[in-house]
């Protein structure tokens, strides 16, 4: 028996897709973001009670430009995190935390530029899983 693959109704997603910082190469960018930062951003109380799951894409250059080679244009990014909660406000509310704007936001401004990156929201089907 078949089941419908069907949109999650429990649990939201918020990707960031992430430009570098001017100035930052790859291998700056991807030890920094997983070694210091990630530890940055467990370190904030609403962060640990609203996320069910945080999530680090480190991209693979090499790969990359075997994909681009065949055509698919290159992006820009070196990662994506990857937000996950029981629905969208609950990630919203991480980020229009004081906390994090005191102590996260001073450190992705060494690494990222928001200005430069881009934001994905929406929920998903896991269609197959092994």
């Not at 429990?10 to 430009?19: C, F």
């Not at 100035?23 to 990630?38: I, M, P």
């Not at 530890?39 to 962060?47: E, P, Q, R, T, Y």
Request: hydrophobic share 40%; net charge negative.
């Amino acid at each position: 028996m078949s089941v419908a693959p069907a949109l999650r109704q429990d649990r939201a997603r918020v990707v960031a897709l992430m430009h570098p910082k001017e100035g930052v190469s790859f291998e700056e960018f991807d030890k920094y973001w997983l070694n210091e930062h990630s530890k940055v951003f467990h370190s904030i109380a609403i962060g640990k009670k609203n996320l069910t799951k945080y999530e680090q894409f480190h991209f693979n250059p090499a790969v990359n430009q075997m994909v681009a080679a065949q055509g698919t244009p290159a992006l820009p990014y070196f990662g994506m995190a990857v937000f996950e909660a029981e629905s969208f406000e609950k990630i919203m509310e991480i980020f229009k935390d004081p906390e994090y704007h005191r102590v996260v936001v001073p450190d992705e401004d060494k690494f990222f530029d928001r200005t430069k990156s881009s934001i994905l929201t929406g929920q998903f089907a896991t269609i197959w899983e092994q």
